[in-house]
């Protein structure tokens, strides 16, 4: 049985170590299948599958996964605390520091090219998206009017995220059963 | 009631975000056009800090932001209240979604919704490219910072060869932007 506490430890490391996205997977790999034999290598790319599918953020949702599988609602509390912590701790501490350091005409310069490589790491994030979701002639269609509609008329993200779940999930798979 | 309204607006994020932090950054930006919180140039510096910062990047940028929004205790809130949602999602429904996920209607919907995200992302970063590219108060050709424009590029090209960790081309482009003075 594993107890709480490891749960809890275990995941404030890998909370604390991982930058979070495509960084987490062999992170995880290494500490909870290779080093504690905890669950399987093909589980856990099941579960990273499902933390995926589920709402929220990717990182977060395995730990939830994977506490949940090893000891019910207490391991899932116990692992979610755990990933989510230490984090919080080391932005608050920053937040809290960097509030009085950021003024003055030499941080302002030194805050544009740090906001200018953000862009620059936001649009790699978006090369890797690009490539994972845009298939085929729909999604790249798809990906298209989506740009068109979030540029120009900015409707609440929770409407298209809607909008596309239902399109896929019941148009389009109701299209494809009919043609079966 | 402050911490009510951030706890409601992160746990929608919470809820309708899939697909990751950088799925955040639309609700996000959203959020700074409607609420007195935070800038949308306060946003791209959160950003940074939470892709300079241990942990995964979404629950930073949740916890910056409601730092910017009240404080300790405002961070709490938001962090908690993005987590919650998929928290209950996996308590109550685990044991049938390994079933669920690999269905043909899941599978569809996330085929759809992937370029949609995408979409959204970019969206997003042109409004940021925007707040961070061009000079505010300027207009025309005027308002363009060739200097940001060609450290925008070098650094895109640097991040796409080489796949170093991302404080690394923060630091470049902070040093960067101190020499020219951006």
Same mark, same amino acid.
């Given at each position: 049985?594993i107890?709480?506490?490891q749960?809890?430890y275990v995941?404030a490391?890998?909370?604390f170590?991982?930058?979070?996205?495509l960084?987490?997977?062999p992170?995880?790999?290494?500490?909870i299948?290779?080093k504690?034999?905890?669950i399987?290598g093909?589980?856990?790319l099941?579960?990273?599958?499902l933390?995926?599918?589920?709402?929220?953020?990717?990182?977060?949702?395995t730990?939830?996964?994977i506490?949940y599988?090893k000891?019910?609602?207490?391991?899932?509390?116990?692992?979610?605390?755990?990933?989510?912590?230490?984090?919080?701790a080391?932005?608050?501490l920053?937040?809290?520091?960097?509030?009085?350091?950021?003024?003055?005409?030499?941080?302002?310069?030194?805050?544009t090219?740090?906001r200018?490589?953000?862009?620059?790491?936001?649009?790699?994030?978006?090369?890797?998206?690009?490539?994972k979701?845009?298939?085929?002639?729909?999604?790249?269609?798809?990906?298209?009017?989506?740009?068109?509609?979030?540029?120009v008329?900015?409707?609440?993200?929770?409407?298209?995220?809607?909008?596309?779940?239902?399109l896929g999930?019941?148009v389009?798979a109701?299209?494809e059963k009919e043609?079966? | 009631?402050?911490?009510l309204?951030?706890?409601y607006?992160?746990f929608?994020?919470?809820?309708?975000?899939?697909?990751?932090?950088?799925?955040?950054?639309?609700?996000?930006?959203?959020?700074a056009?409607?609420?007195?919180w935070?800038?949308?140039?306060?946003?791209?510096?959160?950003i940074a800090?939470s892709e /300079?910062t241990?942990?995964?990047?979404?629950? *930073?940028?949740?916890? %910056?932001?409601?730092f910017a #929004?009240?404080g300790?205790? !405002?961070?709490?809130?938001?962090t908690?209240?993005l987590?919650?949602?998929?928290?209950?999602?996996?308590?109550?429904v685990?044991?049938?979604?390994?079933?669920?996920?690999k269905?043909?209607?899941?599978?569809?919907?996330?085929?759809?919704?992937r370029p949609?995200v995408t979409?959204?992302?970019?969206?997003?970063?042109?409004?940021?490219m925007? /707040?961070?590219l061009?000079?505010s108060g300027? *207009?025309?050709?005027? %308002?363009?910072s060739y200097? #940001?424009?060609?450290?925008? !590029?070098a650094?895109f090209?640097?991040?796409?060869?080489?796949?170093?960790?991302?404080?690394?081309?923060?630091f470049?482009?902070g040093?960067t932007?101190w020499?020219?003075a951006?």
């Open positions: 049985m107890s709480l506490w749960l809890f995941f490391r890998i909370g170590f991982s930058f979070g996205g960084t987490m997977l992170f995880l790999q290494r500490e299948v290779d504690l034999h905890w399987e093909q589980e856990l099941d579960l990273y599958a933390a995926q599918c589920t709402p929220g953020i990717i990182a977060v949702n730990a939830t996964y506490g599988k000891r019910k609602i207490s391991g899932a509390c116990v692992a979610t605390l755990g990933i989510v912590l230490p984090p919080l080391a932005i608050l920053v937040s809290i520091l960097f509030a009085q350091a950021l003024q003055g005409e030499t941080a302002h310069h030194i805050l090219g740090v200018v490589g953000v862009c620059a790491l936001i649009s790699n994030t978006l090369v890797d998206l690009w490539k979701s845009v298939k085929d002639k729909l999604t790249f269609a798809l990906c298209i009017c989506a740009f068109i509609v979030a540029t008329w900015r409707p609440s993200p929770v409407y298209m995220t809607v909008f596309s779940t239902l999930g019941v389009l109701g299209m043609n079966l | 009631m402050i911490y309204q951030l706890f607006e992160f929608k994020i919470g809820l309708f975000a899939i697909g990751g932090g950088m799925a955040t950054i639309p609700f996000l930006y959203a959020l056009e409607r609420m007195p935070y800038t949308a140039q306060e946003l791209v510096n959160m800090i /300079a241990p942990g995964p990047t979404g629950i *930073n940028m949740a916890t %910056a932001a409601g #929004a009240a300790i205790t !405002g961070s709490f809130v938001s908690f209240s987590v919650l949602p998929a928290f209950i999602c996996i308590v109550m685990s044991r049938y979604l390994t079933k669920f996920y269905s043909r209607r899941i599978q569809k919907a996330f085929y759809c919704l949609v979409a959204q992302i970019a969206a997003a970063l042109l409004l940021v925007q /707040a961070t061009l000079y300027k *207009n025309g050709w005027n %308002a363009i200097k #940001a424009i060609i450290l925008y !590029g650094l090209v640097l991040v796409r060869k080489y796949k170093l960790h991302p404080v690394v081309y923060l470049i482009g040093f932007g020499l020219l951006l």
